[in-house]
T-cell receptor
Framework: NAGVTQTPKFRVLKTGQSMTLLCAQD?????MYWYRQDPGMGLRLIHY???????AKGEVPDGYNVSRLKKQNFLLGLESAAPSQTSVYFC?????????????FGQGTRLTVV | AQSVTQLGSHVSVSEGALVLLRCNYS??????LFWYVQYPNQGLQLLLK??????LVKGINGFEAEFKKSETSFHLTKPSAHMSDAAEYFC???????????????FGKGTTLSVSS
């Protein structure tokens, strides 16, 4: 089925550990995005990519790195997790821009840093 | 810079009552506007969107929203609330053009809708 798949769906990390969240889409979309959702803050853009091999910072990029080595995958890395990174992470992809007709969100990854 | 303000972090209504969730935006270009719904422990679902054309937009589940440029608003309404409407609702804005800086959606902080019987 076409769509955006996030892996893993849940994870608990200890402070200082590292991990990578994977976002995969099979729709040949150029644009991919990582958001974080926190209570009372809505969704805030962490990083985004407008094509294979390109990435750019969003509103809240500190503490995160990303890579887009393959068009279908957008990886979000936490090198040294902190409790402030406890959040729900959403990936999205689109054919053109996220407001366009073909935009999809993943189901989210719930990350807890203890 | 674009921004979205959702007035009221929590709205409570009785079943059968009118639902009104408020959203105001700021944008230097004609915006695309969206409402998303998130049910507990689930992802985002697009309710409706305004791009161009008719300013009254009808969405899924009986919701509609009206784009009012003079008021920079895009309020979400539903004539009669159902218990199943209880969720968090997000308003979002996009400049709608495909350049690197403008491709993402900017979200409001969300409004939690509670529906009582």
């Amino acid at each position: 089925n076409a769509g955006v798949t996030q892996t893993p769906k849940f994870r608990v990390l200890k402070t200082g550990q590292s991990m990578t969240l994977l976002c995969a889409q099979d729709m040949n979309h150029e644009y991919m995005y990582w958001y974080r959702q926190d209570p009372g803050m809505g969704l805030r853009l962490i990083h985004y990519s407008v094509g294979e091999g390109t990435t750019a910072k969003g509103e809240v990029p500190d503490g995160y790195n990303v890579s887009r080595l393959k068009k279908q995958n957008f990886l979000l890395g936490l090198e040294s997790a902190a409790p402030s990174q406890t959040s729900v992470y959403f990936c999205a992809s689109s054919y053109s821009h996220l407001g366009g007709p073909k935009a999809f969100f993943g189901q989210g990854t719930r990350l807890t840093v203890v | 810079a674009q921004s979205v303000t959702q007035l009221g972090s929590h709205v409570s209504v009785s079943e059968g009552a009118l639902v009104l969730l408020r959203c105001n935006y700021s944008s230097s270009v004609p915006p695309y506007l969206f409402w998303y719904v998130q049910y507990p422990n689930q992802g985002l679902q697009l309710l409706l969107k305004y791009t161009t054309g008719a300013t009254l937009v009808k969405g899924i589940n009986g919701f509609e929203a009206e784009f009012k440029k003079s008021e920079t608003s895009f309020h979400l309404t539903k004539p009669s609330a159902h218990m199943s409407d209880a969720a968090e609702y997000f308003c979002a804005v996009s400049p709608g053009y495909s350049n690197q800086a403008g491709t993402a959606l900017i979200f409001g902080k969300g409004t939690t809708l509670s529906v009582s019987s």
